[in-house]
C-alpha cells in the first residue's frame, strides 16, 4: 500500500479504488456542505458590486455572473446530498463548479479594476478553498488553482492600476498562496490514505485468519450472520453452505510435525478461495481444520458441483513439506446443504445451514471420510443423498 508522495495517491490503482470508495459518502457530503457555503458567499458579495459600481448595467452583468456561479455550484451541491455519484462525477461536480466561479471571479475583476489589491485576496481565499476545502482530485486542484492564478497575473498587469511593485507583490503573493495550498493539500490527502492503511490493516486482522487469511468466525457471527451475505447477492433466490473437514489431519500432525500440517491448512484454504466468486462467496475457517463455504445465490446442484470440484482438486493435490522432502496428500469430507430462500420461512437461513451441513460433515466422516453428503433444506418433501 505505498503512497505516491507527489500526488498523495495510492501507487496501486485498486487500493486507491477502494479507498476512494471507501471514503465517497464523506466526500459526497463535504463537497455538498462546501458547495453551498460557497454559493451563499458568492451571492452574497454581490452587496460589494454594488458598493463599488452603484446600481447599473455593470452591476447587472455582475448579478449574471454570480447568479451563473449560484446555478451551477448549487446544482453540483444538489446531485452530491441528493445521489450517489461515482467518484469521477464526484470529481467532475468539483471542477465544473471551480472553474465557473473562478472565470466568472475574473470577469468580475475586471469590472471593477481599481480593487485589484482587494481581488487578489479574494482569489487567495478562493486558492485556499480549491485547495483544501472543495474535495477533489489533487492534479485537477492543483491545475485549476494555477491556471487562475495565471489569468490572473494577466489581467491584473492589463486592467489595474497598481503600480509595478505591487503587483511584483502581489505575484508572489499567489504564488506562496499556491505552493502552500498544494503542499497542504497533499499532506491531507497523505494522511488521510496513511488513516485508511492503518484501517485496513486493523480490519484484516480483525475478520481473517492469520495462518489462511480466510474469514474468521468472528466475522461469520458479526457480519455474514448479521445478513451480510444477503448483501453480497441481494437478488438471490437460495442459498447454500459447505462444510468441509480435512481427513485424519491429526495423523499429519503426528506424523509430519505441525509445521507440515499447517502448510497442509494453508493449501487446503487456497484451493477454497481460488475455487469461490470473489466479493460474493465467503470462506470461513470455522475450526482447526474445519472451513465453511458460504455461497448467496448457489442451488445445491451448484453447492455439490462446487464441493465436487474441491473435494476432487484437494485429493490430488501434493504439499511439499517445509523441508522440501516430502510431498504429503490429503483427502476433506464435505457437508452441503442449500435453502430455497423463496420457501425457507425460517428467520436465520445461514444458522440452520450451518447446522445441518456440519451434521452432513460428519455423517461423510462417519461413512468413509473423502465424500459428500448433503440436503436441501427448503420445501415440503426434504430429499438428501450421498455423492461418491
Ligand atoms: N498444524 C495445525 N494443526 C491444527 C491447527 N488447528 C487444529 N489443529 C489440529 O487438528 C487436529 C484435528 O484432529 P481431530 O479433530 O482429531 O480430527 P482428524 O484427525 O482430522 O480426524 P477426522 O476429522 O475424524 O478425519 C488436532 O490434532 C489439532 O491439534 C492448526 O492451526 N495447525
Sequence with gaps: MEINSLTGEFVHAPTERAFLQHKQDQTQSLLGFTLTFCTVFYLGFFATDLAALGWGHDTMALLGARIAVALTAGSCAWLAYRRVLSVPAARLAASLAEGVALACFMFIAVLRPAEFH???????????????????????????????????????????????????????????????????????????????????????AAERDHLTGCFNRRYLHDQLMGGRWRERAPDADSLSVVLCDIDRFKQINDTHGHGDGDMVLRGFARILQVAVRDGVDSVVRYGGEEFLVVLPGTDLAGALRLAERLRVTFAATEVVSTDGATRLRATASFGVASVDLAQFTFEHPLRHLISAADELMYRAKHNGRDRIESLQLAGPARKSGAVR
Excluded at 480549491?130 to 491556471?147: C, F, Q
Excluded at 495565471?150 to 505552493?179: C, H, P, Q
Aim: net charge positive; proline share 1%.
Design 118 to 204: 482587494w481581488h487578489a485576496m479574494s482569489l487567495a481565499i478562493m486558492l485556499v478553498v480549491v485547495y483544501l476545502y472543495i474535495p477533489n482530485r489533487l492534479r485537477y486542484a492543483s491545475t485549476i488553482a494555477v491556471v487562475a492564478t495565471i489569468v490572473f497575473v494577466v489581467l491584473a498587469a492589463e486592467y489595474s492600476r497598481m503600480s509595478s511593485a505591487d503587483k511584483f507583490t502581489m505575484g508572489m503573493l499567489l504564488v506562496l498562496v499556491n505552493t502552500f495550498g498544494f503542499l497542504a493539500a497533499r499532506r491531507f490527502q497523505y494522511v488521510s490514505r496513511e488513516e485508511f492503511r492503518s484501517w485496513s490493516v486493523l480490519k484484516h
